[in-house]
């Protein structure tokens, strides 16, 4: 396939393609937000509302920085700090979203164990405490990405040792532990469910520490965060695969292809819009 070709085909996708996927993501977390804020006292809706807000936010910021383009070429303060912020804030964002689902697969182990300590774990003030902790973590954790972005001949990007850092970085935390850590909880949920043969009963039920009962609400929640470790793992896994193949091909190619530069383009687009 030719350049000319893929230059077409990711100008249709980001005219078309990502609008309708913004759109869709923002009116499913607001429906997440309105139904799951009503059950407040449960620590699972608690992080799937956080993981809604944030998407949302990320996805906002990502639009207004597509459809409202700042061009770097004076070098201002101003230039500075919006270069800075751009890719700091999505990564936070994102980072935060992610990190929320985790905790919303690790709760839904906690409520499936046959252990009834760890079924103690999952309360709502121990998640209220775990979304402001790591809204604060993964604010200092990224960090180095306000400090290190910065412009080049009116280029904003990371560039040099940190450009490599960088995608290590992104390789490892955001495109690596979040699917990995959501799959081996999936998987330990999933095993629960098999080991204690869940079933729907009443609330008013006896629940011994023998026999867990998981309720429809409980159950419910369950199916929507597997559906949502399914989706993730899938739709990221492109990403940290097409980045190690551009760091291998920058230190060993001394010159890349015109082609070949435009079919790593392509594949990062199609990653980042998945």
């Known amino acids: 396939m030719s350049s000319p070709t893929l230059t077409a085909i990711q100008t249709q996708l980001n005219f078309y393609v990502n609008p309708t996927v913004a759109v869709l993501g923002g009116i499913g977390n607001i429906f997440v937000t309105i139904i799951f804020t009503q059950q407040h006292r449960n620590a699972c809706s608690m992080y799937l509302v956080t993981a809604a807000i944030f998407n949302t936010l990320y996805l906002g910021f990502n639009r207004i920085l597509q459809y409202f383009p700042f061009y770097y070429l004076d070098e201002t303060a101003r230039a500075f700090f919006l270069c800075k912020i751009r890719a700091y804030l999505p990564t936070v964002f994102g980072q935060i979203a992610k990190t929320m689902i985790v905790f919303a697969c690790v709760d839904r182990y906690l409520i ?17 405490y775990l979304i402001v902790f790591s809204i604060i973590l993964w604010s200092l954790v990224s960090s180095h990405i306000a400090i290190e972005q910065t412009i080049i001949n009116g280029q904003c990007g990371a560039f040099g040792v940190y450009a490599t850092i960088y995608s290590i970085f992104t390789i490892i935390v955001i495109g690596s532990i979040p699917p990995i850590t959501m799959s081996i909880c999936g998987y330990l949920t999933y095993r629960n469910m098999r080991r204690l043969r ?8 006896n629940t011994n520490e023998e026999n867990v009962n998981i309720r429809q609400r409980d159950r419910d929640l369950l199916i929507i965060v597997m559906y949502e470790i399914c989706i993730y793992v899938l739709t990221a896994s492109l990403y940290p695969i097409v980045l190690i193949e551009t760091i291998i091909s920058n230190n060993t190619i001394s010159s890349k292809s015109a082609q070949h530069l435009q079919i790593e383009n392509f594949l990062l687009f199609m990653s980042f819009l998945l």
């Not at 499936?112 to 209220?128: D, E, H, I, Q, V």
């Not at 869940?198 to 039920?205: D, E, G, S």
């Open 198 to 205: 869940l079933r729907i009963q009443p609330a008013v039920n």
């Open 112 to 128: 499936t164990s046959n252990r009834a300590t760890f079924r103690a774990l999952s309360t709502p003030k121990r998640a209220k």
